[in-house]
């Protein structure tokens, strides 16, 4: 994301590259690329050059909202992948959850993202976990959290240790994406401590109450800040590359022409 919607995510250290994956934002947090693996494998043999690793990227992160029975959008495609990574980048454009809202907000608005599809994006707490390290503050030392809510989670997050245990970011339906997030913050169940700032803005409360009691009203509006996420920036034309494997660079780019008629996308970028 700090480079645009290019899978940069994805690619390895080696002895003469350094990627995002171990960057302070993502290290011990960012999972599953074994899953992309599998994806990109399987595509690679059906439909070799032809799929990038950041439009696997966007199809998966719709598919697995639809899966947990959230809502669905038309997922553009054409993407070329990164040859570059920025570790440096991530550490300051992705807004730490340890830090006030106010960051996050400033963040996504040099996106281009407005407040409300900031907020709506902030939904996406309705599944995922958090780290202990992430949270441990906020379970011993705020006020603006609901005792019964802090006690159960010192249990898996002691005040020294443990920095890896996790804990679901919406601890009512931790599997189901819903609008039970909005629901948690106006019951001062919020895990992190951006998510529970969100109810001390005057201006953002009404769109928590909003969405807490239409849950609809949400599924629409996440759906297209998501279309609008997927195409931050994208490489298109000759850009970038469509990697062999979505964990390093190709050696050499020469296009395929096998099964090109079986492989055909729909490119929707320009």
Same mark, same amino acid.
């Given at each position: 994301?700090?480079?645009?919607?290019?899978? &940069?995510?994805?690619?390895?250290?080696?002895?003469?590259?350094t990627?995002e994956?171990?960057?302070?934002?993502?290290?011990?947090?960012v +999972?599953?690329?074994?899953?992309?693996? $599998?994806?990109?494998?399987?595509?690679?043999d059906?439909?070799?050059?032809?799929?990038?690793?950041?439009? $696997?990227?966007?199809?998966?992160?719709?598919?697995?909202?639809?899966?947990?029975?959230?809502? %669905?959008?038309?997922?553009?495609?054409?993407r070329?992948?990164?040859?570059?990574?920025?570790?440096?980048?991530v550490? &300051?454009?992705i807004?730490?959850?340890? +830090? =006030?809202? $106010?960051?996050?907000?400033? #963040?996504?608005?040099? @996106?281009?993202?407005t407040?409300?599809? *900031?907020? *709506?994006?902030?939904?996406?707490?309705?599944?995922?976990q958090?780290?202990?390290?992430?949270?441990? %503050?906020?379970i !011993?030392?705020?006020?603006?959290?609901?005792?019964?809510?802090?006690? %159960?989670?010192?249990?898996?997050?002691p005040?020294?240790?443990?920095?890896?245990?996790?804990?679901?970011?919406?601890?009512? %339906?931790?599997?189901?994406?819903?609008?039970?997030?909005?629901?948690?913050?106006?019951?001062?169940?919020?895990?992190?401590?951006?998510?529970? /700032?969100l109810?001390?803005e005057?201006?953002?409360? =009404? /769109?928590?109450?909003? !969405?807490?009691?239409?849950?609809?009203? #949400?599924?629409t509006? #996440?759906?297209?800040?998501?279309? @609008?996420?997927?195409?931050?920036?994208?490489?298109t034309?000759?850009?970038?590359?469509?990697?062999?494997?979505? +964990? +390093?660079?190709?050696?050499?780019?020469?296009?395929?022409?096998?099964?090109?008629m079986?492989?055909?996308?729909l !490119? =929707?970028?320009s």
């Amino acid at each position: 994301m700090p480079q645009g919607c290019d899978a &940069s995510i994805l690619l390895d250290d080696t002895a003469n590259f350094t990627g995002e994956k171990n960057a302070a934002s993502n290290a011990n947090s960012v +999972r599953g690329f074994a899953v992309i693996d $599998i994806i990109k494998s399987q595509l690679e043999d059906l439909c070799p050059g032809v799929v990038s690793c950041a439009d $696997i990227l966007a199809v998966a992160a719709r598919d697995s909202i639809v899966a947990l029975g959230g809502p %669905s959008w038309t997922v553009l495609l054409g993407r070329r992948d990164s040859t570059t990574a920025s570790p440096s980048a991530v550490d &300051s454009n992705i807004p730490s959850p340890l +830090r =006030s809202l $106010i960051p996050q907000l400033y #963040f996504f608005t040099n @996106k281009g993202f407005t407040a409300k599809e *900031t907020i *709506t994006l902030l939904g996406s707490h309705t599944i995922g976990q958090a780290r202990c390290t992430m949270f441990r %503050s906020r379970i !011993y030392n705020d006020t603006n959290i609901d005792s019964t809510f802090a006690t %159960s989670l010192r249990q898996n997050c002691p005040t020294t240790g443990g920095d890896n245990n996790l804990a679901p970011l919406d601890t009512t %339906s931790p599997t189901s994406f819903d609008n039970a997030y909005f629901k948690n913050l106006l019951n001062e169940k919020g895990l992190l401590l951006v998510d529970q /700032q969100l109810v001390n803005e005057p201006t953002i409360y =009404s /769109q928590i109450t909003e !969405y807490s009691n239409n849950e609809e009203a #949400f599924r629409t509006d #996440f759906a297209n800040a998501m279309v @609008k996420m997927g195409s931050l920036s994208p490489l298109t034309g000759s850009n970038g590359q469509i990697r062999k494997n979505c +964990r +390093r660079l190709n050696e050499q780019i020469s296009p395929s022409t096998r099964n090109v008629m079986k492989c055909q996308l729909l !490119y =929707s970028f320009s």
